[in-house]
């Protein structure tokens, strides 16, 4: 296997761990590949629950670690962190027709109807899903 002779000079480099942990995803960044992805749970949950998403559309939190070799130093690892969600958008289901008009296709729909807007209900008090506790 090439390049094999180097990995293994650099296992025989004595390295002191007093103060370090081995590194894993449970305390990479001391803990930040973990804390970024429990605060991206809360808007998944709320989109999840949302009754103007589609319920067979999949949400996910997708986690990266991107590692590079440090240029001063062989045996140090420079690493970001990152964290995206997609979630399911907000739908509106309606109807218009279209026709010709002055030779143009036009559409045109019934005025006054809409349906409601995502979290927006007459007549009842919309309740916050953040937990303020």
């Given at each position: 296997m090439q390049g094999r002779?180097?990995?293994q000079e650099i296992e025989e480099v004595e390295v002191s761990t007093e103060g370090f942990n081995k590194v894993s995803l449970a305390n990479i960044g001391n803990g930040a590949a973990i804390e970024l992805f429990d605060a991206e749970l809360p808007a998944?949950?709320?989109n999840l629950l949302d009754p103007e998403t589609d319920p067979k559309k999949p949400r996910s939190i997708r986690l990266?670690?991107?590692?590079r070799k440090n240029p001063q130093n062989p045996t140090l690892i420079?690493?970001?962190?990152?964290v995206s969600k997609k979630l399911a958008g907000h739908g509106h289901n309606s109807v218009f027709e279209i026709g010709m008009e002055d030779g143009e296709v036009t559409g045109y729909e019934s005025e006054g109807i809409q349906n409601p807007l995502p979290g927006v209900s007459e007549g009842r008090k919309v309740l916050s899903l953040h937990n303020k506790g």
């Amino acid at each position: 296997m090439q390049g094999r002779g180097k990995i293994q000079e650099i296992e025989e480099v004595e390295v002191s761990t007093e103060g370090f942990n081995k590194v894993s995803l449970a305390n990479i960044g001391n803990g930040a590949a973990i804390e970024l992805f429990d605060a991206e749970l809360p808007a998944v949950y709320e989109n999840l629950l949302d009754p103007e998403t589609d319920p067979k559309k999949p949400r996910s939190i997708r986690l990266e670690v991107k590692f590079r070799k440090n240029p001063q130093n062989p045996t140090l690892i420079d690493y970001d962190i990152s964290v995206s969600k997609k979630l399911a958008g907000h739908g509106h289901n309606s109807v218009f027709e279209i026709g010709m008009e002055d030779g143009e296709v036009t559409g045109y729909e019934s005025e006054g109807i809409q349906n409601p807007l995502p979290g927006v209900s007459e007549g009842r008090k919309v309740l916050s899903l953040h937990n303020k506790g």
